[in-house]
């Protein structure tokens, strides 16, 4: 399985963004996807996560009522919509593949909020 990410880029706070992650290759081995951000300095932390099958979601504290995680199976692509971005919310973005085996990451898409 191979993932890429994109749509980062610079928004000026309470705008909005949606990031796209493409899966390919062994997609059909995929349980559950998510992202994960990495601001500066500091751990890279959960964000939100999807289930291939029952499309079941979870989200951390930080972004719940903001961010919305979505997958389109046909097009083997997920989705991060962000609104009422905060500057707090400035980091690498990752794309995350649960597989049989090690998960499998993204290159990661870089999220620029100005106060």
């Known amino acids: 399985v191979q993932l890429v990410e994109s749509g980062g880029g610079l928004v000026q706070a309470g705008g909005s963004l949606r990031l796209s992650c493409a899966a390919s290759?062994?997609?059909?081995?995929?349980?559950?996807m998510g992202w994960h951000r990495q601001a500066s300095g500091k751990q890279r932390e959960l964000v939100a996560t999807?289930?291939?099958?029952?499309?079941?979601?979870f989200y951390a504290d930080s972004v719940k009522g903001r961010f919305t995680i979505s997958r389109d199976n046909y097009k083997n692509t997920m989705y991060l919509q962000m609104n009422s971005l905060k500057p707090e919310d400035t980091a690498v973005y990752y794309c995350?593949?649960?597989?049989?085996?090690?998960?499998?990451w993204g290159q990661g898409t870089q999220v620029t909020v100005s106060s």
């Open positions: 290759g062994s997609t059909f081995s995929i349980t559950a």
């Open positions: 995350k593949a649960v597989v049989p085996g090690p998960d499998i």
């Open positions: 999807v289930t291939t099958g029952s499309g079941r979601t």
